[in-house]
């Protein structure tokens, strides 16, 4: 995969993305529309403080968009940092977060410098679970209040 911040031109895939009920099915927000998705792209592109990045992921053959990848809620006081993720449906149990895990760990732990990095995810999406613990991912305490019923899975630095 090769990674890059999303450009207007990717509006399209990022409100197939976005909109999808089976996509949205884990989402802690609603399914988007097409203006909503402008504004998605926007506030990747800019934004407000910089305790988030989030890059989109596209195939090296095919430059066909497989989905976000990122980190946000960067707190550098307390050296913790949550990424998230979503992979476009074509592309789920194909290794593609296999691939890209690597590389928001190191960005963590290396660039941002953190001893602490969390996801919170729906207890259902099992599929997320098993990627992330793949990894060493463990499942913890919340290290920040949430009221969606997700869990914390959580990785120390070694």
């Not at 031109?9 to 988007?32: G, H, K, L, N, T």
């Not at 529309?33 to 095919?62: C, Q, S, V, W």
């Not at 977060?97 to 996801?119: H, N, Q, S």
Request: glycine content about 6%.
């Amino acid at each position: 995969m090769r990674f890059r911040l999303l450009q207007h031109d990717d509006a399209d895939v990022v409100y197939r993305q976005f909109s999808d009920p089976d996509m949205c099915a884990f989402f802690s927000e609603p399914p988007c529309d097409y203006a909503e998705a402008l504004e998605i792209i926007e506030h990747y592109r800019n934004p407000d403080g910089e305790d988030h990045l989030r890059y989109g992921m596209f195939d090296k053959e095919t430059n066909a968009f497989v989905g976000t990848c990122g980190y946000h809620f960067w707190d550098p006081a307390r050296k913790q940092v949550e990424i998230g993720y979503d992979i476009w449906k074509d592309y789920w149990k194909q290794g593609y977060m296999t691939e890209a895990m690597p590389v928001l760990i190191d960005i963590c732990f290396k660039r941002l410098g953190v001893d602490c990095i969390y996801i919170l995810t729906d207890p259902r999406n099992a599929a997320s679970v098993a990627a992330v613990a793949k990894f060493g991912f463990t499942h913890a305490a919340p290290c920040r209040d949430t009221d969606d019923g997700t869990i914390c899975l959580k990785l120390l630095r070694a």
